[in-house]
């Protein structure tokens, strides 16, 4: 079945450090892809997406882009803020089919 | 807009006690309901999905169960809890009518079986 791999971390970075979380998959058609984001304590909340290969997907200065040759959706963001201290899941979905989550990446980011 | 609300947000319940989690949907009709469970540190379990109301299918067999008695509202149960049910239990909502589309998670509710 369709599965979601992802660093577990946790990874703890500098506040303006440069970010990565990598996420692949595998999966038979040409899922959506998405992250999500859980600060403590609270539910998930979409951060963003892309639906069809070469998009890049883009919110709070966090970018995803779509590779279909590496199967993959890696998470970065230039310059990180201690707020964005949470859990990051990479998920995805084909049409028809229920999500598929990873196994979530925390961040720590410091003072 | 939509929204999505569950209650308790919290709660301790002794071990063999009931269990009574609800969830309801504002704004839209006819949507796709989920239940996650998030153990300590862990990932995300989906337990249970409904695509219409009475309509329910399980991922995982345990001692959970959960119903859909109005369109927008899900209820998770269980007639006796056990410590392995302890967990944060999310509620989530999908739009089936548009592809690609995002699933919405509600604040989630924190169980303590003690």
């Known amino acids: 079945g369709d599965s979601v791999t992802q660093m577990e971390g946790p990874v703890t970075l500098s506040e303006e450090a440069f970010l990565t979380i990598n996420c692949t998959y595998t999966?038979?058609?040409?899922?959506?892809l998405f992250w999500y984001v859980q600060y403590p304590g609270e539910g998930l909340q979409l951060l963003l997406k892309?639906?069809?290969?070469?998009d890049k997907g883009s919110n709070k200065g966090f970018e995803a882009t779509y590779r279909k040759e590496t199967t993959s959706f890696h998470l970065e963001k230039g310059s990180v803020q201690v707020s964005d201290s949470a859990v990051y899941f990479c998920?995805?979905?084909?049409?028809?089919?229920?999500?598929?989550f990873g196994p979530g990446t925390r961040l720590s980011v410091l003072p | 807009s939509q929204t999505i609300h569950q209650w308790p947000a919290t709660l301790v319940q002794p071990v063999g006690s009931p269990l009574s989690l609800e969830c309801t949907v504002e704004?839209?009709?006819?949507?796709?309901l989920y239940w996650y469970r998030q153990a300590a540190g862990r990932g995300l379990q989906l337990l249970f999905y409904?695509?219409?109301?009475?309509?329910i299918s399980s991922e995982v067999p345990q001692n959970l169960s959960a119903s859909r008695p109005q369109d927008r509202q899900f209820i998770l149960s269980s007639k006796k809890l056990l410590l392995s049910d302890s967990g944060f239990y999310l509620c989530?909502?999908?739009?089936?009518?548009?592809?690609?589309?995002?699933?919405?998670f509600g604040e989630g509710s924190w169980l303590t079986v003690v």
């Open positions: 989530a909502w999908r739009d089936k009518e548009k592809a690609g589309n995002t699933i919405y």
């Open positions: 999966a038979t058609g040409y899922p959506s």
């Open positions: 892309a639906t069809k290969a070469d």
């Open positions: 998920a995805l979905r084909q049409d028809g089919q229920n999500f598929v």
């Open positions: 704004g839209t009709s006819n949507p796709n």
């Open positions: 409904s695509v219409g109301i009475g309509q």
